[in-house]
């Protein structure tokens, strides 16, 4: 990486849920170098014949970097989550944000990768929700469990090369709660809790989460 190549250079991985928050938020800063990294896979003609959904997500998705280029990121496009691609992407970055969905992050493996490739200095995971790591009263294998190895990868791995990161735990995600997942029922105002009711449990908008 360039040594002149400082702070103010900032790559999002990802440009939908949280991705879009993170890049409006720092491109409102109008004082840094903001890039949109993102995929071409939901983006490609072959794949728009084959639903009305995925035609739907794929005009979205050209609408969102159309007002991001409008609004002043750069866009950059990956074919394949590959270490060497996140390479290219990362070029004179000095700070990577992912953001991508629960799809997407064992991807973070080869993003890591390609992130010390290109010199980048921190990188920050998908996380923003629950602390993930496994209970010692759980009977199963945690759903979450790809993103503690994504953890123990930048710990093990990632830091001791010089790459820092941090990880952001910031309570279950209030814009994209399903109520009835978490045993609310709004119509008649009341809960099913399991155990006795006193766990505590937090809850974060999406626009407070980028202002971490």
Known sequence: MDPSCAFDRVAVVGTGGYGWHFLCALLATKRLHVRAVTSTTDTQSSLIKQSGLVKQKHTDKQKRIAKLRELGAEIVEYDDPTSEAFAAAFSDIHTVVSAVGLS?????IAMIDGALA???RWFI???YGVAHYAS???PFPSPLAPK??????LRDH???RGLAHTVIYTGMALDYLDPASIGLKLASRSATLVGRGGTPVSFTPAHNVVQL
């Not at 997407?104 to 973070?108: E, H, N, P, Y």
């Not at 503690?148 to 990868?153: E, F, M």
């Open 118 to 120: 290109a010199g980048v």
């Open 136 to 138: 010692t009263w759980m």
């Open 148 to 153: 503690t190895d994504v953890d123990r990868y």
């Open 104 to 108: 997407g992050v064992t991807s973070q």
């Open 158 to 160: 990632a830091m001791p």
């Open 125 to 127: 995971p998908s996380e």
